[in-house]
């Protein structure tokens, strides 16, 4: 089928009009955090809307949360909470953005925020839970004018995608090209058969996965580390994230999470119904201690 190419640049807000979001976008929100996809059971995965934002903003200054250290001010966050295991975090990440893209959909800004201490987070915003806050997701209008939606390029007015099925069938394809961060080529991400072996891009073609590995390409990271790694094999395609020091367990996960979400948008893109396992795998001997299995998606 034709696809609605993801983002040539995928934006994160981080400065917004001071101003809360209508009460028919909060009610939207709301509303989608009710009805967030069935892999958010598997980690007991809660999201909580906070209203004050300001507030939030200023109680979580002094290193609790933010982005590369800084707090990011906007009219209102979501926490999301989940326990603290690896396999909750990639869930956590693969649901959040789940929930961005719902909200590009109204031109709702957001943004990806790091929380440093979940205890304390927990303590100023007033959540009563045993979990762990994972993540903020800041939201609100863009101080930029400029409409979110068009972060979405089709090949053509009226075309179809798995996007689609996920809730975006009229978004409006028109958008002007801009300079974006450099991206890593497909073929730097992707090896067949084991690890190291490069493919050709005609390979990726006959395999129909070659757009799902675009989709994928564009995907938001930490830092815009782009730490994700694939190896195909038959019927199975591992993914794997190069580890740092300088990252936290959760955060590393959170973009392997979002890396499941958009690799899995571009399959099924492809035709390539499947699904993610996200544990009882075996990975190959000869991977280091530099990257780490994150999950298989089997079809």
Request: charged share 30%; net charge negative.
């Amino acid at each position: 089928m034709n696809s609605l190419k993801l983002a040539e640049k995928r934006r994160s807000v981080r400065e917004y009009k001071n101003r809360r979001l209508s009460e028919d976008d909060r009610n939207y929100l709301k509303q989608l955090i009710t009805e967030k996809p069935l892999i958010a059971e598997d980690a007991s995965l809660e999201f909580i809307f906070i209203e004050d934002g300001e507030k939030a903003a200023k109680d979580l200054e002094g290193g609790l949360a933010g982005y590369f250290g800084k707090m990011i001010e906007a009219p209102h966050y979501f926490a999301l909470l989940s326990d603290p295991k690896s396999k909750c975090y990639k869930i956590t990440g693969y649901v959040g953005e789940w929930l961005i893209l719902n909200a590009t959909k109204k031109d709702i800004g957001t943004c990806w925020i790091e929380v440093i201490d979940s205890e304390k987070t927990k303590e100023v915003l007033n959540i009563q839970s045993d979990k762990e806050v994972v993540a903020l997701i800041a939201a609100g209008y863009p101080k930029k004018e400029y409409k979110l939606s068009n972060i979405y390029a089709s090949i053509k007015r009226g075309s179809i995608s798995a996007l689609t099925d996920l809730g975006y069938p009229n978004i409006d394809s028109g958008y002007s090209k801009e300079i974006v961060s450099s991206r890593k080529s497909i073929t730097e991400f992707v090896f067949i058969d084991k690890w190291g072996n490069v493919p050709d891009i005609e390979e990726l073609e006959m395999r129909g996965i070659h757009e799902a590995l675009f989709y994928m390409r564009l995907a938001p990271s930490y830092k815009n580390r782009q730490p994700w790694y694939f190896v195909v094999r038959g019927n199975e395609i591992d993914l794997f994230i190069k580890q740092s020091d300088e990252i936290s367990e959760a955060m590393q996960c959170l973009d392997a999470g979002i890396a499941m979400f958009y690799f899995e948008v571009g399959l099924h893109d492809a035709g390539i119904k499947g699904n993610w396992n996200l544990s009882d795998f075996d990975i190959e001997s000869e991977i280091t201690e530099d990257y780490k299995a994150a999950g298989r998606y089997q079809y």
